[in-house]
Nanobody
């Protein structure tokens, strides 16, 4: 069974930074496309960023230039470096593994003064 463990959420002031991490584990798990999504109160879950097995990345327009997704070599461990955070970034952030489709438990990010 595949499991995703997330860490790094918390409370930060506007303009601050946070780094989220997600580690996937499971028997026979191959290197995988991984991504981050977020869900704000009263809103649907939305795409944030994705990284392919070869390291190519893609971002939502709302975070491009402020967020950076990366992975630890040829591992199913990804990070989301978030900078210049805005109150609108407040949400539960979820890690996602493409195959088999798996979601993490979510980590809360709150941007507030």
């Amino acid at each position: 069974q595949v499991q995703l463990v997330e860490s790094g959420g918390g409370l930060v002031q506007p303009g601050g930074s946070l780094r989220l991490s997600c580690a996937a584990s499971g028997s026979g798990l191959s290197i995988n496309v991984m991504g981050w999504y977020r869900q704000a109160p009263g809103k649907q879950r939305e795409f944030v960023a994705i990284i392919t097995t070869s390291g190519n990345t893609n971002y939502a327009s709302s975070v491009k230039g402020r967020f950076t997704i990366s992975r630890d070599g040829a591992k199913n461990t990804v990070h989301l470096q978030m900078s210049d955070l805005e109150p609108e970034d407040t949400a539960v952030y979820y890690c996602h593994l493409a195959s088999p489709p798996t979601w993490g438990q979510g980590t809360q990010v709150t941007v507030s003064s």
